[in-house]
């Protein structure tokens, strides 16, 4: 190993608005090691990739590659520079072959010798490329379209894609979260040669027994710090794990549980589909169940599962203990079933009003608005920005709103078709600290009048701010069920699936 470092991050800082994702870190990588990066979901390890790779730009703090200061404000930056970055879900162009994939950097850079007659010759280059990392059998044919690849084989020609480049510094982001345990031990052949051969590698990965077994060096972060660093042996498992940990918890609930808290609402017995697998969860009048679990793990899919999104494929699903089959997102709504989506803009009509979006999940078609109950649309997406305090007119373009005044109207849109069960997934994702606050009285509130809660969350601190109870998702499934008292650790532990060595265990 190369005592020197390859990239030296100098009190390296990044802030969207008034959030801190990244505050003064310090961490170098070596060349010929390895670097387990860790943290819990929004500890900044994306964003430290990011702003290494040249994806974002610092607010402050400098970045050093190979001795010399630089400035990376685009990812050609970065990669000019030496650094390649192979994230979990692989950005592949699925209308060009295998081949054109593998060499898209070389081929986009303008000094490609390859031409649309030269196909061939590119495909030659691509098998030879597989077949230099071993990877030959593993994928089809390199004049497949990538459309074809499964998730598995998708990210092994975004490794393949990455070492094209001939990187000094590569970043893995949970390059192993789709991979069988052959593809595994067969990336981790891979990046054992690339040590070797002087690269300095960070993996980023939630399988911290399986990513120990790589690394030389361990640095964990946890609110965009960087809170430890050492030799494997100097930072074992344990003591990263209790490092991830928050060490904080915001106020526990005041409210007095609900006489009929104890009424069961929604049942879930082994329901499965191609996301999930054997999920058993109950929910009751007046409750909240906090989710935890880290991205990627199924936390969605079940929602999705519940919202008729995504259809149950075996299980049964027990809506006030009848058998019921949800088999759309309407169906689930005529039952009294509703959901926020993770993802914001894609639930939202970016071309019209606040009123339109504010109750389009009341009528049958978004189209049938502006014509069909103007002076009810109206009365209801006055309620929605009255109740929910919308910093918005009703006649205002959605697009207008701020992020979180965006996610109060989608929350307020799913209220107005008065649910008894209300699946909320990352309702605070991306908003500001006052409108968070707002968004957990409002869950409180829903959960007074009855409201059967699920509240799906990557920031383990809201989950105790709102729940009454915590179910932990691992690979698809329900791990844990935990009483809101329960510590971070126990959480953190239960969605890594380690168990803490005794000696190790936390003091009571």
């Given at each position: 190993m190369n005592s020197s470092p390859v990239l030296q991050a100098r009190s390296l800082s990044k802030w969207f608005g008034g959030v801190h994702a990244l505050t003064e870190v310090n961490l170098s990588m070596a060349g010929g090691s390895?670097?387990?990066?860790?943290?819990?979901?929004?500890?900044?390890?994306?964003?430290?990739?990011?702003?290494?790779?040249?994806?974002?730009?610092?607010?402050?703090?400098?970045?050093?590659?190979?001795?010399?200061?630089?400035?990376?404000?685009?990812?050609?930056?970065?990669?000019?520079?030496?650094?390649?970055?192979?994230?979990?879900?692989?950005?592949?162009?699925?209308?060009?072959?295998i081949a054109a994939n593998i060499f898209a950097t070389e081929l986009s850079s303008g000094n490609s010798p390859f031409r649309p007659y030269q196909v061939?010759?590119?495909?030659?280059?691509?098998?030879?490329?597989?077949?230099?990392?071993?990877l030959e059998g593993e994928l089809p044919r390199v004049t497949e379209n990538a459309r074809a690849l499964s998730a598995p084989q998708r990210q092994l020609v975004a490794i393949a894609k990455a070492l094209t480049t001939e990187p000094a510094i590569l970043f893995l982001d949970e390059p192993t979260a789709s991979l069988t345990s052959r593809e595994t031990e067969?990336?981790?052949?891979?990046?054992?040669?690339?040590?070797?051969r002087g690269v300095a590698v960070a993996v980023v990965s939630h399988r911290l027994r399986e990513v120990y077994e790589i690394a030389d060096r361990v640095a964990v972060l946890r609110d965009g710090r960087k809170v430890g660093e050492g030799t494997t042996a100097e930072l074992p498992i344990g003591e990263a794990v209790r490092l991830m940990a928050p060490t904080r918890r915001l106020a526990a609930r005041s409210e007095a549980p609900l006489t009929d808290a104890g009424r069961e609402v929604l049942r879930l017995e082994k329901v499965s589909n191609e996301g999930i697998c054997n999920v058993n969860l109950v929910l009751h009048a007046g409750e909240v169940v906090g989710m935890a679990g880290l991205v990627g793990a199924g936390r969605t899919e079940i929602a999705r599962a519940i919202g008729g999104i995504d259809k149950v494929l075996a299980g049964h699903v027990y809506l006030d203990g009848k058998l019921v089959h949800v088999r759309s997102p309407r169906a689930a709504l005529k039952k009294g079933i509703a959901l926020t989506n993770?993802?914001?803009?894609?639930?939202?009509?970016?071309?019209?009003?606040?009123?339109?979006?504010a109750t389009a999940s009341v009528f049958d078609t978004p189209s049938a608005l502006g014509f069909i109950r103007r002076r009810l649309d109206r009365r209801r997406a006055h309620d929605v920005i009255e109740n929910l305090n919308v910093k918005g007119k009703?006649?205002?373009?959605?697009?207008?709103?701020?992020?979180?005044?965006?996610?109060?109207?989608?929350?307020?849109?799913v209220l107005a078709t008065e649910p008894r069960v209300l699946v909320l997934?990352?309702?605070?994702?991306?908003?500001?600290?006052?409108?968070?606050?707002?968004?957990?009285?409002?869950?409180?509130?829903?959960?007074?009048?009855?409201?059967?809660?699920?509240?799906?969350?990557?920031?383990?601190?809201?989950?105790?701010?709102?729940?009454?109870?915590i179910v932990v998702v691992r690979q698809g499934t329900i791990v844990a069920d935990l009483p809101a008292d329960s510590d971070a650790l126990s959480v953190i532990t239960s969605a890594l699936g380690e168990k803490m060595p005794a000696s190790q265990e936390v003091n009571s």
């Open positions: 390895v670097l387990a990066l860790l943290g819990e979901n929004g500890a900044g390890k994306s964003t430290f990739i990011g702003l290494a790779s040249g994806a974002l730009y610092p607010s402050a703090g400098t970045i050093e590659i190979q001795g010399h200061a630089v400035e990376l404000r685009l990812p050609a930056d970065g990669l000019r520079a030496g650094v390649a970055v192979v994230h979990q879900d692989p950005k592949l162009v699925n209308d060009q072959s061939r010759r590119l495909n030659r280059r691509a098998v030879e490329c597989l077949r230099s990392l071993g067969r990336l981790w052949r891979l990046v054992d040669g690339m040590r070797s993770e993802e914001r803009p894609g639930s939202l009509f970016p071309g019209h009003s606040v009123s339109l979006n009703a006649t205002a373009a959605i697009g207008s709103l701020s992020g979180g005044n965006q996610q109060k109207v989608l929350i307020g849109r997934d990352e309702p605070t994702h991306g908003i500001d600290v006052a409108t968070k606050a707002e968004i957990y009285e409002l869950v409180k509130e829903r959960a007074a009048s009855g409201v059967a809660i699920l509240f799906i969350s990557s920031e383990l601190e809201e989950i105790f701010e709102v729940a009454d109870r």
